[in-house]
């Protein structure tokens, strides 16, 4: 006979289903997998059917508020708070009719600062609330002083102004055609007033015009409980809606909270609506995907999409052109880049406004971001100017490099780079320490990017930094060094400032070169040239000879190339034998490498020792 074990499991699953246990646990329930799966669905129904049943009893627990209060003031201020807060503007206003005079007056504000706008009466038609109460239809406008559906007055404008209000939504308050007053939602900046909004804020004027009503003439309970029963309705279709802005709110929140960056927002953004998501920096590269974005092979091709320049100056709002979406990530009056979206289906109000909170949760990602950066770098700046200016002692400028990820040991090259204009300092110093990457300690240092690198070929080090920054203005690099010992590290400086002065005098910005591949071309057309350094730079080797051991094989250069680079002629003008010159040419090659004959050698030796020679002159 077949077993009744999977009967037993489904009547078990049954039971655990109408004991209301958490969905976890009738997961857990051994049962066939088509029950499980039913009983699972139905576990998740039942938990948004109660979310939803929340939301409607957080109005329900309003609308009872109002109708359990018999003081007419209370009412009034509760209907004008809630609306302010449902709403999340920056102030709030009720105005109640006076059949005696024709107009309306102003009853209660929440938020308003102005003792002339709390004090407004406005006759029918006059205004964006005289329409109201005069149409009985609700109007609203995202920038009131321009619109001109409204019949503007002096003493309306003049209030207005003074409380500062842009963008104003106004509703009527009617019970069974009869005219109570007008509930308004006012923001002192320019705020596009949506569907729901203004569905939501004349429900809050339905509800309040019944509790006035009631609190006027408490024989009309009945019609305030159909009223009510007619918001649930509205307050159900809006549940979707909520749900999800709760849901994006959570999952953006959790982003945040964990640490995550830029890209997780933008894959928690594709995680909730589908489709791809692209943010592009304010320099237009792509700094986070997700989804099947189009490819970028060339010209992006997003960034040549209409809805990106529209994105870039319909500041702060979602725009959209065939089926793209875009909004610019906006932080402290700074576009830092822009959000592009791409959704399977057409975003509903909720969606977008999940889109617009994506926007505004990557903007404080990138602030914060940015704002570590500049530490990091004022701190390297800070670490950098020490080191360049010999300030603390030996071991202490060691410690600088070893707190900076510098190899405490040398050879290390100092590169000078300069490019663009002031504004332009902080983006460069950050592409060319990204390009340089770990080990390299790159900061602003008197006008000018600085960069020790370890490594003993200063002219490779600056070609290749000058090749490499392709992003924004172009640099011109002068490397310097390799220098053993940080005391040697600030004489490198100037070193390196007067070689980027130099090709640029030599038509060669943009490039990069060491200091010695100038030779004396740098000096001569260099700003400010300093002839000692030059001398030293090509001479040095032999001089601290000289100096040591009281020897003159500088002179013996004099001679040497005086006699046409003959050793028998030298030996002649120097009184002394063939031998002894041959000798001392041995060490001048020691001193200064196999190949200082080569003729661009011969002639840089050649140009020092004269330059030496003037400098000693009387």
């Known amino acids: 006979m077949p077993s009744d074990e999977p009967l037993t499991q489904v009547t078990r699953l049954l039971e655990l289903l109408v004991s209301d246990v958490p969905i976890a646990q009738l997961a857990e329930a051994p049962a066939p997998e088509p029950a499980k799966d039913l009983a699972l669905r139905i576990g998740a129904l039942r938990v948004t059917h109660r979310r939803r049943e929340s939301a409607q009893a957080a109005l329900l627990d309003t609308a009872r508020e109002l109708a359990s209060e018999s003081s007419p003031s209370i009412v009034l201020e509760a209907i004008v708070r809630r609306a302010r807060t449902l709403l999340g503007t920056d102030l709030a206003y009720l105005t109640l009719y006076d059949p005696e005079a024709g107009d309306t007056f102003m ?34 406008t995202a920038d009131y002083s321009s619109d001109q559906r409204f019949s503007h007055t002096s003493a309306i404008d003049h209030g207005v102004g003074d409380e500062g209000i842009i963008a104003i939504c106004g509703t009527p308050l009617i019970v069974e055609s009869t005219f109570v007053g007008v509930l308004f939602a006012a923001n002192r900046t320019p705020r596009p007033f949506s569907h729901t909004e203004i569905g939501l804020l004349g429900n809050l004027a339905a509800l309040a015009a019944i509790a006035i009503v009631q609190t006027r003439a408490l024989s009309d309970a009945e019609r305030a409980l159909a009223a009510l029963s007619e918001a649930h309705d509205i307050v159900r279709q809006q549940a979707v809606g909520v749900e999800r802005a709760a849901a994006a709110h959570d999952r953006f929140a959790s982003v945040v909270l ?30 986070s995907v997700a989804g099947a974005a189009p490819e970028a092979a060339g010209p992006d091709p997003l960034l040549a999409h209409p809805v990106v320049d529209r994105a870039r100056h319909d500041v702060g709002r979602l725009v959209e052109d065939d089926g793209i979406h875009a909004i610019g990530v906006i932080a402290a009056h700074e576009q830092l880049g822009t959000l592009v979206v791409g959704a399977p289906d057409a975003l509903e109000d909720a969606d977008q406004r999940t889109v617009e909170r994506a926007a505004v949760v990557t903007a404080l990602v990138l602030l914060f971001e940015r704002q570590a950066d500049d530490a990091r770098q004022s701190e390297r700046n800070r670490v950098l100017a020490d080191l360049l200016t010999a300030r603390g002692s030996h071991d202490d400028r060691t410690g600088y490099l070893r707190s900076a990820s ?68 172009r640099i011109t690099v002068g490397g310097c060094g390799p220098v053993a010992d940080v005391d040697d590290l600030p004489g490198s400086l100037e070193e390196g400032s007067r070689t980027v002065r130099a090709l640029v005098a030599l038509g060669r910005a943009g490039t990069g070169a060491a200091t010695t591949e100038l030779g004396f071309a740098g000096l001569i057309v260099g700003a400010d040239p300093d002839v000692h350094d030059y001398v030293r730079s090509v001479l040095g080797p032999v001089l601290e000879y000289d100096d040591e051991r009281g020897s003159d094989l500088a002179g013996t ?62």
């Open 258 to 287: 964990g640490g995550g960056g830029v890209s997780d927002v933008t894959q928690a953004l594709v995680d909730l609506l589908g489709g791809w998501a692209v943010l592009f920096d304010g320099a237009g590269e792509r700094r």
């Open 107 to 140: 009853r209660v504000t929440d938020g308003s600062v102005s003792a002339d706008f709390q004090s407004l009466r406005l006759s029918l038609g006059d205004g964006l609330g005289g329409l109201v109460a005069s149409t009985h239809k609700p109007y609203w």
């Open 557 to 618: 250069l004099v001679a040497y190339f005086a006699a046409g680079s003959s050793p028998r002629h030298a030996a002649g003008s120097l009184h002394v034998h063939v031998n002894t010159v041959s000798q001392r040419l041995g060490r001048i090659a020691a001193l200064l490498g196999e190949d200082w004959q080569h003729p661009d050698r011969a002639l840089e030796i050649q140009l020092a020792l004269r330059m030496r020679r003037l400098l000693e002159a009387p």
């Open 406 to 473: 510098v190899e405490p040991r040398g050879p290390w090259c100092l590169l000078v780079a300069r490019g663009g204009d002031p504004t332009q300092q902080r983006a460069l110093a950050l592409t060319v320490s990204t390009v340089l990457g770990d080990g390299a300690l790159v900061g602003t240092h008197a006008d000018a990017i600085v960069a020790i690198v370890r490594g003993e070929d200063p002219d490779a080090l600056a070609r290749s930094l000058a090749e490499r920054v392709t992003r924004g203005p």
